[in-house]
C-alpha cells in the first residue's frame, strides 16, 4: 500500500496555521503486526535504494527532524533508518552551541556534517533552532557575538530565512536533496509523554526540568514553527508536517516520504561501458590463472 503524502506537504510560498494540520490521522495500519510489516516494507526498499545512491556517488539525502520535546523524533530516526547500510548513514544532533561554535556564522557547525555523496544525512535537530529556540528566547542572540548592524536590522529574521533557504538551493543544485520533517505533537499529548517519563523509572533519564520550561513557552514555538515553515517550505527543499501523535503511523508517513524522495532520483547501478567490461574480462583471466 502506497501511503499519499501529499497532504503532509507545505506547498512553496503558503500560509501556514498548525491548528489547522492535524496531530492525528487516520492510522494506515489496522494492527501492531499489519505496522510491522508495512515498516518491513519500506525499510526494504529504502534499504535497496540507498545502495543504488551509493553506488552512484552524485546525489546525497538530508533529512531534517525538528520538533517540540518528546515528539519521537529519536524514535522516528532509529526505526525509520534500521535497514540502513549503516555506513550509508549519517546521524547528528544539534544541542545547544558550544563556545567554539558560537564563533563562527550560524550555519558553520551544520555544514561541517553535510551528508558526503552517495549517503543519508540526518539531522537530529539543525540549524532550524537558530528561527525557532532563538526567535523564542532572542536573549540567546546577546551570546552569538554578532555585529550591532545585524542585531537592530528590522529584517534580521527574515534575513535568516533567506540564508537557509539560499543554502538549501545550493545544496539542491549540488546534487544533495534536503527532506525537513516537523513532528506535530498536541500539547495534550506531550503532557502524557511527559507523564510517562516521570511514572516510568526506565524513562525518567529523558525528562529534563528545562523541557517543562519549555513547554510553558509553547505557542511562541507554535507561531515560530508557523512563520518558518511559510517562509521556507521551497519546491526543492519542502517542509512536511507529519501529525506525530501516534508515534507509529508518524514512522510509516516519513519513510513513505524517505523512499518517493529516492525513487525520484531515478537512479540504476552504473552500467559498464565496452572499456571497462574489456577491464573485467582481463581481471576475470588473470585471476583464473
Ligand atoms: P532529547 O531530549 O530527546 O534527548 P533534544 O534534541 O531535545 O533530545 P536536549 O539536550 O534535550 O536534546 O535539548 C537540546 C536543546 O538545545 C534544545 O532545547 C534546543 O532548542 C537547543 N538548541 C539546539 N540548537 C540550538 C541553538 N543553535 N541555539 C540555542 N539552543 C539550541
Ligand atoms: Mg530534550
Redesign the pocket.
Known sequence: MKISTKPFRVRAGAKVRLKQWPTKVKPFYNSAEHYQKLLATHIQELSKRQELLYANNRYSLLLIFQAM?AAG??GAIKHVMSGVNPQGCQVF?????SAEELEHD?LWRTTRCLPERGRIGIF??SYY??V???KVHPE?LRGQALPEESLTDKKFWDKRYRSITDLEKHLHRNGTRVLKFFLHLSKAEQRRRFLKRLDDPARNW?F?K??LV?RGFWSEYQAAYEECLAATSTEHAPWFVVPADDKLNARLIISQIVCDALKDLQLEFPQADAKRLQELKNLRRQLAD
Open positions: 520535546d523524533k529519536d544532533s544539534f544541542k545547544h552551541p550560524f537530529n535537530r533552532e537558530e525557532l529556540v532563538v540567546i529523558k529534563s528545562f523541557d519549555e
